[in-house]
């Protein structure tokens, strides 16, 4: 495999971020839940009030992997980093690519003075949750999710 590149995202890389965005949804069986546009992914992550954030992995300048993220508070914990996707495109995954954006997802964070990590995982997921058990993750049962749709 050649070298794998990790890098901060840019506005330019929006329209490949969608797609394996995209690609995700499709393996977690639920195409039809993408209803971001490009327009407003870029606006978000690279307008005024950027909201979003993310690295992303190369090869041979082809954008292979993603984790977006955004800024959490915890009033218990205080300030909190957010991954909310972790993506592989199918072909690549099981080559460390996932790993290597984790790890450099934790550096980041640390240095940018966050006292931890949260995410969610399918709970069928079980490549995804064998993948965080390596990293002593905490799964929390007792915590249900809820959300509000407009």
């Known amino acids: 495999m050649n070298k794998v590149k990790i890098r901060k995202a840019g506005k330019e ?7 394996l965005i995209k690609e995700l ?12 546009s490009l327009e407003e992914m870029e606006e978000c992550g690279f ?12 090869i041979n300048q082809e954008i292979v992997g993603i984790a977006l993220y955004y800024d959490r508070y915890s009033t218990w914990k205080g300030k909190r980093l957010y991954l909310e996707d972790l993506i ?7 080559a ?12 980041f964070a640390k240095e940018e ?6 995410w969610q995982v399918l ?14 993750a ?5 915590w249900v999710n809820v959300s509000i749709n407009f």
């Open 13 to 19: 890389d929006c329209p490949r971020i969608l797609e």
């Open 25 to 36: 949804a499709l393996y977690e069986k639920a195409p039809e839940e993408v209803t971001v």
């Open 47 to 58: 307008g005024n009030k950027p909201i979003w954030g993310a690295l992303v992995a190369e």
């Open 88 to 94: 592989v495109t199918e072909s690549m995954r099981g």
């Open 96 to 107: 460390g690519i996932g790993k290597l954006l984790l790890d450099e997802l934790i550096v």
């Open 113 to 118: 003075k966050y006292h931890g990590m949260v």
């Open 123 to 136: 709970d069928w997921n079980k490549p995804a949750i064998n993948f965080y058990k390596k990293y002593n």
């Open 138 to 142: 905490d799964f929390d049962s007792e």
